[in-house]
């Protein structure tokens, strides 16, 4: 659970930094609710229990929301989509039987409704934490090519398996005020699944938020 430890330890770290150091924005504070659309990209890796590898690669994501300022938080509720596309590959070596190597693709495909309280808000820079919950479809491919030292035999096998299952997460990071509309942010992410495999996705993201 480091992973998830980290999400909780830098937005803790930022606020205190801020609070030392920030600059106060010259945003008006409204309390009324303002609608949102967010692009999110970045990195991510899935792992699960008695994994051979871990695959790792691009994850992007699409959010509509609400956002509600208040005087000293601002909370945000949102529907997101994402899609991550992870691979990896290892080399086998079973001396003195075989040698060969293992490809393992992955893509996650994610419906989610996230929950988001962003700290500091009469200021530039605002530490954010979150929570998600929504279904998570993972479609995996394995590829195996084996050959043994005795003989020279090969042998190649193809597989492919896909699960739908629960998703739950965790959302920390930091973001920032461009304009009057625009924001950027910087996070992190880590979803757990309840499938049987015990799926775990954990990600690095940058973003960007319009607000109307």
């Known amino acids: 659970m480091k992973k998830s430890k980290m999400l909780f330890v830098m937005p803790v770290a930022m606020c205190c930094a801020v609070n030392a150091h920030g600059e106060q924005s010259q945003d008006t504070v409204s309390h009324k609710p303002s609608a949102y659309i967010a692009l999110r990209g970045g990195y991510a890796a899935s792992s699960w229990d008695d994994a051979g590898v871990d695959p790792s690669g ?9 956002e509600y300022k208040m005087t000293s ?32 693709s992955q893509t996650f495909t994610s419906v989610l ?14 530490p954010f934490v979150g929570f998600g ?11 195996a090519f084996m050959t043994s030292y005795a003989g020279g035999h090969t ?3 193809s597989l492919s398996a896909a699960e739908t299952a629960f998703a739950y997460g965790l959302h920390g990071g930091i973001g920032f005020n461009i304009s009057q509309h625009m924001s950027a942010d910087v996070g992190m992410r880590y979803f757990m699944t309840t499938s049987e495999n015990s799926v775990d996705l ?6 960007l938020r319009y607000t109307f």
């Open 155 to 157: 042998s190649d096998v």
């Open 133 to 143: 919950l929504g279904m998570m479809r993972l479609d995996e491919d394995v590829d």
């Open 58 to 66: 691009i994850a992007v994501a699409v959010a509509a929301g609400i």
């Open 202 to 207: 954990f990600g690095v993201n940058v973003g």
């Open 113 to 126: 409704a996230n929950g988001y309280v962003d700290f500091l808000a009469d200021y530039k820079i605002k």
């Open 73 to 104: 938080v601002n909370l945000r509720a949102e529907v997101e989509g994402g899609l991550s596309f992870l691979g990896d590959d290892k080399d086998i070596d079973l001396f003195p039987m075989s040698f060969g190597y293992v490809e393992n």
